[in-house]
């Protein structure tokens, strides 16, 4: 597949195209077009025109979408195909939901180790996933490749490990520590901050207590 750029906005509307697309395949709908997929995503038809004409169309005129060719061509260009590894850094609450969660790994991504300072919790499996000391960290790196750092850590210490995987040449952090990592333009962040999520949802709670109303396409809507 050809490498080029593009704009982060488009590759963030592509897992929710994603999903609408796995939801009509689940029902077994052979053909979708892009206003239906509109309707699904809350993004505007010719939006989602344009973002799968840059990747090289896969749609025709008159006829829409064919839902299989279409997931696995969006399967393809968000790399699923390809296995990636992972590693979970800090095994509390959180980094052991991960860790049990089986989808990431049937979707190519998996977690082959967890790393954490406390011994109550090292040399154990989680999710079949085993917890090493945090100090076997960088030769760990050393041995294994790994794509991603999961980091499920106090947010104080979060650059320092950061730093340490960026060294050691992981490429990859999906960042729930509450704290903004620098890296290098080589390396990607994913924040996953819930909280915000959940902020955004009590203003609108507050909202629909006091009478107000929103429709569900309202609520997909992030344009
Ligand atoms: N992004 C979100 O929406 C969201 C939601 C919940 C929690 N969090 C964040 O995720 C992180 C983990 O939360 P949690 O509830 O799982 O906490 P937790 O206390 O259950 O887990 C933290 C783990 O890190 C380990 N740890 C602490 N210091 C360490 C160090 N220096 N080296 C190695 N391991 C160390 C602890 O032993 C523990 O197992 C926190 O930063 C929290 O703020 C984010």
Redesign the pocket.
Known sequence: MEKKRRSPAIIRRLPKYYRAICELAEITISRVSSQELGKLTGFNPSQIRQDLNSFGGFGQQGYGYNVKNLKENLEKILGLTEEKTMIV????????AIMRYSDFSENGFHIISA????ES?IGREIGGIEVRD?QELEEFLSENQVDIAV?????D??QK?TNICVEKGVQGFWN????KLRVPKNVVVE??????SLYTLGYFLKDVKSGLEYSEDEMEDEE
Do not use: C, Q, S
């Not at 790393?115 to 406390?118: V, W």
């Not at 729930?176 to 704290?179: R, V």
């Not at 924040?191 to 915000?196: K, S």
């Open positions: 850094i800090g095994a509390g609450n959180l980094g052991k790393f954490d300072r406390d919790k945090i980091l499920t850590i106090h947010k210490v979060a490990y729930f520590a509450p704290k924040n996953m901050w819930l909280n915000e």
